[in-house]
């Protein structure tokens, strides 16, 4: 038979084994809000990070379209002044040529005129190949889809100038080694 010391003992476990379960589902449910609460704190913490991101990336954005329209701004500049260096160097040989106009009606001396204007044609000339103008050499060279366009051919009038050009009717311009104008020749067949 059981005294009730033991009765007393065996009451005292029924009861700390009830309790445990209880003391379990507590701290499982103190885990799961702890949980839960972490989860919701790095849910915050991405949101946070997924905005910033965002600003981030607007704001990159948004620069990257000012950088495109002030390049496409600074082009279109560029475009209309690129022929200002040129033609400030072309200014003094049409002052020259109104000068030289101005002297003829005065004057009215043909030869004077004719040497002003060959010495105003060479000042163009000299003026053009400094900025990196040059003529296409045609006349007795080969036949070259390059640089030459024929417009006609002739009879060679000896073997060896069949293939080669005979004539040129407009002249061919190189600037810095590229074609700007076909030279207008004619060919010798």
């Not at 701004?73 to 049409?94: S, W």
């Not at 009717?169 to 810095?176: A, F, R």
């Amino acid at each position: 038979m059981l005294d009730n010391n033991d009765l007393d003992g065996q009451e005292k476990k029924q009861g700390s084994q009830a309790e445990q379960p209880q003391s379990q589902s507590e701290s499982q449910s103190s885990d799961l809000n702890d949980t839960a609460d972490g989860i919701e704190d790095e849910a915050a913490s991405l949101q946070k990070q997924v905005e910033e991101h965002k600003d981030k990336y607007l704001r990159l954005y948004a620069e990257f379209e000012n950088y495109k329209k002030r390049n496409a701004k600074e082009r279109l500049d560029f475009l209309k002044l690129a022929g200002q260096d040129v033609l400030r160097d072309l200014l003094p040989i049409l002052d020259d040529f109104q000068r030289a106009e101005k002297a003829f009606n005065q004057d009215s001396n043909t030869e004077n005129y004719a040497n002003g204007a060959r010495l105003i044609f060479e000042k163009l000339q000299k003026t053009l190949q400094n900025k990196g103008l040059r003529a296409v050499e045609s006349v007795g060279k080969d036949f070259n889809v390059e640089y030459h366009e024929a417009i006609a051919e002739v009879p060679a009038a000896t073997e060896e100038l069949k293939g080669k050009i005979v004539d040129e009717v407009e002249s061919g311009y190189l600037l810095n080694d590229t074609v700007i104008r076909y030279a207008k020749v004619v060919v010798g067949k």
